[in-house]
């Protein structure tokens, strides 16, 4: 079945930085959409970026707006979120997500935690 697999996320000081990756598996990946949504304690899960199947043309939740980078790289089957400058209140469960533009189905990560704290 098809796996995304995210990783790099952490315990990161305010103003820090990470690099998330998701990598996918037994996926036509270069035709997917790529989300990364969050997932606060007590919020609703939110979308943080998406970059189209080409990457040409990404979109970003305003918070993330100035501060995080989505990228992709088709041949590694990899989706990545550069977070720089980052705040206490983007302490959330990161997931990736799939939306392939041959299918109504989409498919979701495991998640990976990023905690932001001194």
């Known amino acids: 079945q098809v796996q995304l697999v995210e990783s790099g996320g952490g315990l990161v000081q305010p103003g820090g930085s990470l690099r998330l990756s998701c990598t996918g598996s037994?996926?036509?990946?270069?035709?997917?959409?790529m989300s990364w949504y969050r997932q606060a304690p007590g919020k609703e899960r939110e979308l943080v970026a998406s970059?189209?199947?080409?990457?040409?043309?990404?979109n970003y939740a305003d918070s993330a707006k100035g501060r995080f980078t989505i990228s992709r790289d088709n041949a590694k089957n990899t989706v990545y979120l550069q977070m720089n400058s980052l705040k206490p209140e983007d302490t959330a469960v990161y997931f990736c997500?799939?939306?392939?533009?041959?299918?109504?189905?989409?498919?979701w990560g495991q998640g990976t935690q990023v905690t932001v704290s001194s």
């Open positions: 997500k799939a939306d392939p533009n041959y299918s109504s189905v989409n498919y």
């Open positions: 037994r996926i036509t990946f270069r035709t997917c959409t």
């Open positions: 970059i189209i199947s080409f990457g040409d043309i990404t």
